[in-house]
């Protein structure tokens, strides 16, 4: 399964009172795992909003297992799960940079247009998915 | 099973370039309504954290029905579903203010002393907590 | 001259490790008290952009007295210190539950369409703006 | 005078309905220029926390002149403009990869200790910053 790592470091603005990340974060670095997963196959998201294919959150799950403190440098690594037509699922592992694993979790989406009106995804961005995902697999960087 | 319920109005800045209320606000807003729940008890967090007990989130998991828009008028509902003296979970509903169900989810906690130890509730604070419960069992406001 | 006021409450994810509310939440809180200011008026901002009318920041000035911590209840003063057709000018006062000033600012906003062109207050917008400012000059609640 | 630049992407969870990045994200990344011009320094942050010195900010001016959205890359430059032993400040400008500005402000920042004190800088950590900026003075990378 193609797997794609980006990495991060820690924002103080991350950190809440704990004197660590505060977990309302953790999604935001699963989507810039996506994000950038999506741009490794050059299909960037932001092309997707311009086609007015919109990919929203359906449900999330987070498991928590150590703390993440400021100029922590961290690794997102993004899996894509599962590709139909009207889902998508995405797993993630946040990775310390001393190898320990921070935290995991999985994400599904469903496709919207601007009306908000759910959408399968079109065929040509389909097809073209599933041939860069096909292309990467012998590794991606 | 007691449930209280909080109000909040969605601000601009939780939106997104989608129109709408971006995904990672619900936790912020679940914590609210944690918050929210402990303060109707008479056992606000600020007092926990005070006491030396920092409540931690372990789990988490939501689903997303509807999206919120700015300025929407929301209702948090939030359950305390688990009480040990060393997990707690918490369930929750997002509700439109015209009786929509946006998102529900639930959450689970570890305690954890300054120093980043597992602890265990004390003594004082679960008695206090589960004589308060049985004080409101019979309605909270 | 005009001045709203507005509650709010610190929450947790608004604190950072130093155990106060990171300095990037006051602007949030400044647009919060904009927003419930042209609520107050009748004119809420979510009208403005359904009518195409976008009020973007062109400027913003904050001065930090004391902190903030989770759970304080704070006061946002909000005046509307200027009004052309080209430009809005806000200034702000937060305060304390207890009367201190903890933060004041100010901010100049321009009008846009959706196509981010830099537009004047529609006509219609200006009159009634005027009025209601005028109505509530005797008083706002 | 000594500049730092350094780069970031934009995250989708820091744009707003507008279709832009909100004002309340330039702070943060003001921030995170800070951050990145003292690592620079070999004299990270989080380090003068461990020693118990908080930088905080007192004061704090932006001026957006053109929006910033997803997936932009982004230059972020940091100057050093005043160093006492009572008061910093910095100033910075947001570039697009493209060359244009799109922001420029400048923050005041007190020192702290963690009781909440203003303090001076320590005598040590300021020769380290003084004799630092003056090795990198010729040029930093």
């Known amino acids: 399964m193609l797997v794609h790592t980006t990495q991060l470091r820690v924002r103080y603005a991350e950190t809440d009172a704990q004197g660590i990340v505060h977990h309302s974060c953790y999604p935001i670095w699963f989507e810039e795992g ?20 919109l990919v929203v959150v359906a449900e999330l799950h987070l ?14 690594e993004t899996r894509l799960v599962r ?22 979790g999985n994400s599904r989406h469903l496709l919207m247009d601007r009306a908000g009106r759910t959408i399968a995804l079109p065929e040509d961005l389909l097809l073209n998915l599933q041939q860069r995902l096909q292309q990467h697999a012998g590794g991606m960087p």
């Open 34 to 53: 996506r994000s950038a997963f999506l741009r490794q196959l050059e299909l960037p998201y932001s092309q997707w909003e311009a086609q007015g294919v």
């Open 83 to 104: 590709l139909k037509r009207r889902l998508l699922e995405f797993s993630y592992r946040i990775l310390h940079a001393d190898g320990r694993v921070l935290a995991e």
């Open 63 to 76: 498991r928590f297992l150590l703390p993440a403190r400021y100029e922590d440098v961290l690794q997102i």
